[in-house]
């Protein structure tokens, strides 16, 4: 699964759904993201 898109402004969102809004304990997607090829060759 693929999310397409980026993440848009808490400001942005009507109150109540501002009230939801928490910080995420996901990793960071440096930490298993990368660019190039795969594999040691």
């Known amino acids: 699964m693929i999310v397409v898109g ?3 402004k808490k ?4 109150p109540a759904l501002q ?3 928490t910080p ?3 990793k960071p997607i440096t ?3 990368f660019e190039g ?5």
Do not use: A, N
């Open 6 to 8: 980026k993440p848009g």
């Open 11 to 14: 400001e942005d969102l009507p």
């Open 19 to 21: 009230e939801r809004e």
């Open 24 to 26: 995420s304990d996901r």
């Open 31 to 33: 930490q298993f993201i």
């Open 37 to 41: 090829t795969f594999g040691g060759r």
